[in-house]
Each structure stands twice: as structure tokens, then as C-alpha cells.
């Protein structure tokens, strides 16, 4: 089973990047699928997450209106649209999907099972 991100990389503030998450292994149609976000010497923190359907998504505070979360699960593929980034969003960013099936969305590390190798995203001012 594995996670794979990217799509990450140096962006201007201001600007946009898309990340994109494949799964493998098995299909994650029925697991939640959230990113997360590690910043140097904080904590790792929920950006967006997205229920099995697609039909509800939860957002951190300081992204809502910026960022989007959306899935294919023909694909088995999770996505995160970040626009009007700002330098405060520079961190390492993670996908992650949830051991049980059409659950709620999780906002806790500690509740994914499945986590990808991360991918940089740094926007400089």
C-alpha cells in the first residue's frame, strides 16, 4: 500500500500549485483522504480533507477560500488546488487516508493509517 505526492515546489506569493496524491496498493474509494502540513518546529497540522465521496470536505481556517480539496476515485487520486499562496503555507505537505470506510473526516495524524513521503512546497515573499 502506498501514497504517492507531488506536484510541490517554489512558488512566488501569490501564486498556485496543485498537488496530487495516487494511491496504491488497493483502492482508497472508501477511506477519507486528508493533507496535511509540517513546518519546521511546529506540529503537523490538517490542511483539507475530503470524505469517500467527495460530497464533504473540512478545511483548515487560514486555507478556506485558497485551497480545494477533491478526488477521482477512478483514479484513486486525491488533489489539493492551492491559489493565493502565501509564505505562511511553506511546509512539507503530506497525504494521508483513513483505515476505516466511510467514516467521517478525521482532523488527527494519529487517526490515518496511510500516509505518502510528503512533498516540499515553499513560497517565497
Known amino acids: 500500500v502506498q501514497l504517492q505526492a507531488s506536484g510541490g515546489g517554489l512558488v512566488q506569493a501569490g501564486g498556485s500549485l496543485r498537488l496530487s496524491c495516487v494511491a496504491s496498493?488497493?483502492?482508497?474509494?472508501?477511506?477519507?483522504m486528508g493533507w496535511f502540513r509540517q513546518a519546521p518546529g511546529k506540529e503537523r497540522e490538517i490542511v483539507a480533507g475530503?470524505?469517500?465521496?467527495?460530497?464533504?470536505?473540512l478545511y483548515l481556517d487560514s486555507v478556506k477560500g485558497r485551497f480545494t480539496v477533491s478526488r477521482d476515485n477512478a483514479k484513486n487520486t486525491v488533489y489539493l488546488q492551492m491559489d493565493s499562496l502565501k509564505p505562511e503555507d511553506t511546509a512539507v505537505y503530506y497525504c494521508?487516508?483513513?483505515?476505516?470506510?466511510?467514516?467521517?473526516?478525521?482532523?488527527?495524524?494519529?487517526?490515518?493509517?496511510?500516509w505518502g513521503q510528503g512533498t516540499q512546497v515553499t513560497v517565497s515573499s
Open positions: 494521508a487516508a483513513s483505515r476505516d470506510y466511510f467514516s467521517a473526516i478525521y482532523d488527527k495524524p494519529n487517526e490515518y493509517e496511510y
Open positions: 496498493g488497493r483502492s482508497f474509494s472508501a477511506s477519507t
Open positions: 475530503i470524505n469517500w465521496s467527495g460530497g464533504r470536505t
